[in-house]
């Protein structure tokens, strides 16, 4: 199935612009990749909002398909700076990516006043760049968010605090039990929690204590339990486990087809203070530290809430099973999983519902819908 970006709402096309040279700045190789470099680096850092409406999973940079779009519709001798800082436009020109992805093509080539169409193969792909395509014709949302705030947040914030502090992230892995020795281990491909340059989180291989260390640190001895750590040698690589005890090796698809869907363990969780004013606290200020008792309380108490508005009829989930034939690939039913909620952790899973109930009025509905998914792809971070 292919799906379009519907042409009126890609459409920006103004009065014609000059045209397309027969010999352009790119196939000349007058585009500056240095410059380029440098505006990449920014735009991995600080993508611009538009970009953060949701996760899609492979995007190139905007930066690039601006640079891309002005070197072929410009002509060889052309200031490629003054273009890219302003003087370009494309108005009168058409773009098509018949791949759109996450659509930054199209939202760069209609910044740039070009008529813009995208098509792909994945629906999702289209609702993503159809939303960026609208968004300079959106209502103000700020109605909507603060209702949204109100309704969802104050219900949610409760799972997602640790003392004053937010979290941010909730670390899982999967919990598998040995089929030969029965002794129960975490499938860590690796013991790293996160690297920046500057500091690396690691967690202890014997206790689980998360250990603050310089970057790139090899191996090291915990602070509480005194266990040795390889910070690569995990026990789930490449697909399969090997257990600590009696170092069977199984796939970890053969144990699912064992066995049934993953177990999921809670190890660590990353948070960040909370300002009441709007400043935004450093990332360097977040804290990553050993999931605790009441860290797995909160998760629970998320749980229980969803099971009992999805027993008292006030929640719903689409309960769609995964069909098991017309795949090309089999691995999620092989893994174990059944329906299509079955992928999502149970806070997670009540998310979607509880943004789901405010009513929004007209088209900010998709927005928000749009908005959510690319959160929730988001949130799913597992080992
Ligand atoms: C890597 S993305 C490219 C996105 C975008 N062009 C970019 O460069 O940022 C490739 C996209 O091609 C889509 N795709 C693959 N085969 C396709 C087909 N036969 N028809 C339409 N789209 C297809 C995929 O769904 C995916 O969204
Ligand atoms: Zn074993
Ligand atoms: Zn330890």
């Excluded at 605090?161 to 002794?183: E, I, R």
């Amino acid at each position: 199935m292919t799906v379009s970006v519907a042409p009126d709402v890609a459409t920006r096309a103004g009065r014609a612009g000059p045209p397309i040279p027969s010999v352009s700045l790119a196939e000349m190789d007058e585009i500056p990749i240095e410059t380029l470099i440098r505006f990449a680096l920014r735009d991995g850092r600080r993508p611009r909002p538009i970009y953060t409406a949701h996760k899609w999973f492979a995007r190139r940079l905007p930066s690039v398909f601006r640079s891309l779009l002005i070197g072929v519709s410009h002509a060889p001798g052309s200031d490629f700076n003054a273009l890219y800082y302003g003087d370009a436009h494309l108005r009168g020109t058409v773009v098509l990516d018949p791949f759109v992805g996450g659509g930054t093509s199209v939202f760069e080539a209609s910044r740039l006043g070009a008529t813009a169409y995208g098509c792909d193969v994945d629906p999702v792909a289209c609702a993503v760049s159809r939303l960026e395509l609208e968004a300079a014709d959106m209502p103000d949302l700020r109605h909507t968010l603060d209702t949204l705030k109100k309704q969802v947040g104050e219900v949610m914030a409760p799972f997602h605090k640790s003392g004053d502090d937010l979290v941010l992230h909730h670390f899982w892995v999967q919990h598998v039990t040995c089929g030969t020795c029965t002794t129960g281990f975490d499938a860590h491909p690796h013991y790293i929690l996160s690297d920046d340059g500057k500091t690396r989180f690691a967690i202890c291989s014997q206790c689980g204590e998360v250990a603050v260390l310089p970057p790139g640190t090899a191996e090291f001895d915990c602070g509480l339990c005194g266990g040795h750590t390889v910070c690569d040698a995990g026990h789930g690589k490449g697909g399969r486990v090997v257990c600590p005890e009696c170092t069977h090796s199984e796939a970890l698809i053969e144990y699912s087809r064992r066995t049934g869907a993953p177990e999921w363990r809670l190890f660590a969780v990353e948070t960040i203070g909370k300002t009441e004013d709007r400043k935004v606290v450093p990332i360097s200020k977040r804290v990553l530290r050993r999931a605790t008792d009441e860290d797995r309380r909160q998760y629970d108490a998320a749980a229980a809430t969803l099971a009992l508005g999805l027993s008292d009829g006030t929640l719903e989930l689409p309960g769609d099973p995964i069909e098991a034939e017309g795949w090309s690939d089999d691995r999620l039913t092989s893994y174990g999983y059944r329906r299509w909620t079955d992928l999502f952790r149970d806070a997670a899973g009540a998310t979607p519902q509880r943004l789901g109930t405010p009513r929004y009025d007209g088209s900010s509905g998709t927005q928000f819908r749009v908005t959510i998914e690319g959160r929730i792809v988001g949130c799913q971070r597992r080992e």
